[in-house]
């Protein structure tokens, strides 16, 4: 395992818990695939993104890692500036956690911060075929967001993508974010309304997100919207936007 995971596990028995797990890696196992094969030109677009002319493919040992390694340069960090609407300087300066950020840490899109990256599954990830082993500038927490391992207010600011809705407890999610969130500290989530499934079990509208997090000052819904950039939505689903800053 990379010298720059936190190895901090967070146990637990619950039957409903590991088959979402299991559900989760199985999707990110044939992720991988999809990614081999857009990476060939054998599956274009993938998402909407085009599949890598040569100067674009990143150089790694082997090609499951360079198409993963690509895959991340040319969409999640394009996907993350779109999605949260927000320049690549956004947090320039400061100490930001990204929630739930699964098997790329997406969030170096932005520059000049000193990022960690919050995820439950790294090892499985690891496994799996994801190189989280090139990315010298994160520091990945192995933990669960119900209990995050760091102290009290250490971020001066928390982003969480299409994450909050896979956890266990929504409820100690959001505590956990604003025990660890500076005081008027920034908060900004992309967040995906929809009924529950096995890998997204929490169910989330504007009503009940405002409940939740209604404690972060000046708190706003910025936009809505049935597309991304990566996908539209069916209908009764939709995207959401939330931010104090």
């Given at each position: 395992?990379p010298?720059?995971?936190?190895?901090?596990?967070?146990?637990?028995?619950?039957?409903?818990?590991?088959r979402?797990?299991?559900?989760?890696l199985?999707f990110?196992?044939?992720?991988?695939?999809?990614?081999?094969k857009?990476?060939?030109?054998?599956l274009?677009?993938l998402?909407?993104?085009?599949?890598?002319?040569?100067?674009e493919?990143?150089?790694?040992?082997?090609?499951?890692?360079?198409?993963?390694?690509?895959?991340?340069?040319?969409?999640?960090?394009?996907?993350y500036?779109?999605?949260?609407?927000?320049d690549?300087?956004?947090f320039?300066g400061?100490t930001?956690?990204?929630?739930?950020?699964?098997?790329?840490?997406?969030?170096?899109?932005?520059?000049?911060?000193?990022?960690?990256?919050?995820?439950?599954?790294?090892?499985e990830?690891l496994?799996?075929g994801?190189?989280?082993?090139?990315y010298?500038?994160?520091?990945?927490?192995?933990?669960?967001?119900?209990?995050i391992?760091?102290?009290?207010?250490?971020?001066?600011?928390?982003i969480?993508?299409?994450?909050?809705?896979?956890?266990?407890?929504?409820?100690a999610?959001?505590d956990?974010?604003?025990?660890?969130?500076?005081?008027?500290?920034r908060?900004?989530m992309?967040?995906?309304?929809?009924r529950?499934s096995?890998?997204?079990?929490?169910?989330?509208?504007?009503?009940?997100?405002?409940?939740?997090?209604?404690?972060?000052?000046?708190?706003?819904?910025?936009?809505s919207s049935?597309?991304?950039?990566?996908?539209?939505?069916?209908?009764?689903?939709n995207?959401?936007?939330?931010?104090?800053f």
């Amino acid at each position: 395992m990379p010298s720059n995971i936190a190895c901090r596990d967070m146990a637990t028995d619950s039957e409903t818990v590991a088959r979402k797990r299991a559900a989760e890696l199985q999707f990110w196992r044939k992720e991988i695939e999809r990614y081999e094969k857009w990476f060939r030109g054998e599956l274009s677009p993938l998402y909407r993104t085009p599949s890598p002319q040569r100067h674009e493919k990143v150089r790694a040992p082997n090609e499951r890692h360079a198409s993963v390694l690509t895959w991340h340069k040319l969409h999640q960090e394009a996907k993350y500036l779109v999605d949260l609407d927000l320049d690549a300087d956004a947090f320039e300066g400061m100490t930001l956690l990204e929630v739930g950020c699964g098997p790329m840490p997406s969030a170096t899109c932005f520059k000049g911060c000193r990022l960690y990256c919050l995820e439950p599954l790294l090892p499985e990830y690891l496994q799996a075929g994801f190189p989280l082993h090139y990315y010298g500038d994160v520091t990945f927490i192995h933990g669960a967001a119900e209990a995050i391992p760091m102290d009290d207010h250490v971020f001066d600011a928390v982003i969480a993508v299409n994450a909050i809705d896979h956890v266990d407890d929504i409820g100690a999610t959001a505590d956990e974010i604003r025990r660890v969130l500076k005081p008027g500290g920034r908060l900004r989530m992309h967040m995906h309304y929809h009924r529950p499934s096995i890998c997204e079990p929490i169910e989330l509208n504007d009503e009940r997100f405002v409940a939740l997090f209604g404690w972060c000052g000046e708190l706003r819904k910025v936009r809505s919207s049935r597309s991304n950039f990566s996908a539209d939505l069916p209908e009764h689903q939709n995207f959401a936007l939330w931010s104090n800053f």
